[in-house]
């Protein structure tokens, strides 16, 4: 019984937790200058995320190791040292896109200017890690976001063409500015699989306490639940295409994306658009908060958990107290929300090798995943992945400069 | 002869390449102020049709306001770009949306409909609908 009501709340709080800064930008830049050409990236990226999750809880609910601390454990601090600096800067970047992300949906509903509720925010983040456990940054923020599910029902109720969709989940040549194109096309990649993503999920098995025997929820959550997370995604470009495209309106500022709920939502709109953007920029900037702390006690192999007395793990505290202090101290130097989170999400392209790569030797290593190594399917996904975020990283940059 | 030829010929490819960037750049820049003036449009019908509240108004117009500031210092930090007609003319043109949207602002503070209808109504820089 105890598994069943895991498994639906895992699903549950996946789709609630998809959508945050990364996600609502790259989706709805896409669908207002492509119309539903992207879908298809969003699609390709779901099921990455899917895989990764699913083979990142396998090796912690059988091996009992994070991502982070198997790494470091089979390939030494020496290797480790590049992937974590590099994820670590991501995740200060993304957290103050994130705390951005907030500060602009309370913005939209107050008026008052995004940059004076960046500290509030920043201390609401502290205080909910400080006072709470696992559960209610993973369920609590996640069944909250189901309130993303507007998003389903704006394009559901705006009625698009479903041959129309079917073509957009075939990859087709852009009929005008493919460099543009291109790097939405990789954005969207970056947005979707972030790396904080692979380690959080992994240390959230640890928390949670997955046994072995219940493999098969895991399997569950991250197929099913990251699936229909993928669907909110696939909301956003469709409403905005539906709403955008046709009045030529580009996405430059959060406030113009909230326009793409006026036409379904009227007078709700505003308030659902801030809600959406607002609870699923908490959620994530809870999370990479979290997995930075993880990450750096799991690496230097310091006492860590979310559901542990704070005392007990000064440590773990200070690493995840120090990354939020430093992505406010960013955002408070000033920055622009937006652009920073369609940077970041170029960086987190480059990055990728770096996480993929010690993934899929840790994946057929018995040691730690005993006789659930990776299968042929699982092996070449993660090959194919290596070696397109390794083409990736190389291009990312050049579209950028030409088309971010 | 025969170099001279040569020469004239590379002048004109560079010509070419450097007329049509400056194309690209001039439409880049129209279709950024279409945007913003689609967003003007539809925000403030928006607001007169009460879909919006007044709060969400005037910061929506005052992210619009300066977005078009800011592309239009990007279009004149170029003089190449204000010497070309199309150039000259999108940036008088941008700077009228700039204005009518500093009005907005003004009107949707003392809520003043039929003063924003109107502004609405002189809008530059607004592409048709497509279907």
């Known amino acids: 019984m105890s598994a069943i009501v895991d498994l639906v709340l895992g699903v549950v709080t996946s789709i609630g937790g998809f959508v945050e800064v990364g996600s609502i930008s790259t989706s709805a830049q896409a669908g207002s200058e492509f119309g539903f050409q992207l879908l298809w990236a969003v699609a390709a990226a779901t099921v990455m995320l899917a895989m990764l999750a699913e083979m990142s809880g396998r090796l912690a609910a059988v091996g009992k190791q994070s991502v982070a601390g198997a790494v470091r454990e089979r390939f030494g601090i020496h290797f480790q040292a590049v992937p974590l600096v590099a994820e670590l800067i991501i995740d200060v970047l993304l957290l103050t896109a994130e705390i951005g992300g907030v500060a602009i949906a309370v913005k939209l509903l107050t008026g008052i200017a995004f940059q004076w509720w960046l500290l509030p925010i920043g201390v609401v983040v502290w205080l909910v890690l400080w006072v709470s456990g696992f559960a209610v940054v993973e369920y609590g923020l996640g069944l909250l976001g189901l309130v993303t599910l507007a998003f389903i029902v704006a394009a559901w109720k705006l009625g698009p063409d479903v041959s129309d969709l079917a073509k957009g989940l075939v990859p087709t040549m852009a009929d005008h500015d493919m460099t543009r194109y291109a790097f939405l096309a990789v954005s969207i990649l970056g947005a979707t699989v972030s790396p904080y993503l692979v380690n959080f999920y992994s240390s959230g098995t640890i928390e949670e306490k997955m046994k072995e025997q219940e493999l098969w929820v895991n399997r569950v959550t991250s197929y099913a639940g990251i699936s229909f997370g993928g669907v909110v995604a696939m909301g956003v470009l469709v409403t905005s295409a539906m709403v955008l495209e046709p009045r030529s309106i580009l996405v430059n500022s959060y406030e113009q994306a909230t326009l793409m709920f006026v036409p379904t939502f009227g007078r709700w709109a505003v308030a659902l658009f801030a809600f959406s953007l607002g609870i699923g920029c908490l959620g994530a900037a809870l999370e990479i908060t979290l997995n930075a702390g993880y990450v750096l006690a799991q690496v230097f192999g310091w006492e860590w958990g979310a559901n542990k007395p704070r005392r007990d793990e000064a440590r773990f505290t200070t690493a995840f107290t120090f990354i939020l202090v430093l992505a406010l101290a960013i955002g408070l130097i000033g920055f622009d929300p937006l652009k920073l989170t369609m940077i970041c999400v170029a960086l987190t392209v480059v990055i990728m090798p770096l996480i993929v790569l010690p993934f899929l030797v840790l994946m057929n290593d018995s040691r730690y995943v005993k006789g659930h190594t990776s299968g042929p399917i699982g092996n070449g996904f993660l090959a194919a992945l290596t070696i397109l975020a390794g083409l990736l990283a190389l291009v990312v940059v050049p579209l950028e400069i030409l088309g971010g | ?131």
């Not at chain 2, 590379?10 to 390449?17: E, N, R």
């Not at chain 2, 239009?72 to 941008?94: F, H, I, V, W, Y």
């Open chain 2, 1 to 131: 002869m025969r170099r001279f030829a040569i020469a004239l010929e590379l002048a004109a490819i560079v010509l070419c390449i450097g007329c049509s960037r400056q194309d690209a750049r001039l439409e880049e820049h129209k279709k950024n102020f279409e945007s913003l003036g689609a967003t003007t449009k539809v925000i403030g019908e928006a607001w007169l049709s009460g879909d919006v509240s007044g709060t969400y108004t005037r910061t929506a117009l005052e992210q619009t306001f300066y977005l078009v500031e800011q592309e239009r210092t990007k279009l004149a930090s170029r003089p190449e770009m204000l010497q070309d007609p199309r150039g000259a003319a999108l940036s008088q043109e941008a700077e009228q949306l700039s204005r009518v949207i500093a009005s907005m602002i003004g009107d949707v503070g003392s809520a003043d409909g039929a003063a924003a209808r109107q502004r609405l109504a002189s809008l530059p820089i607004v592409p048709q609908e497509r279907p």
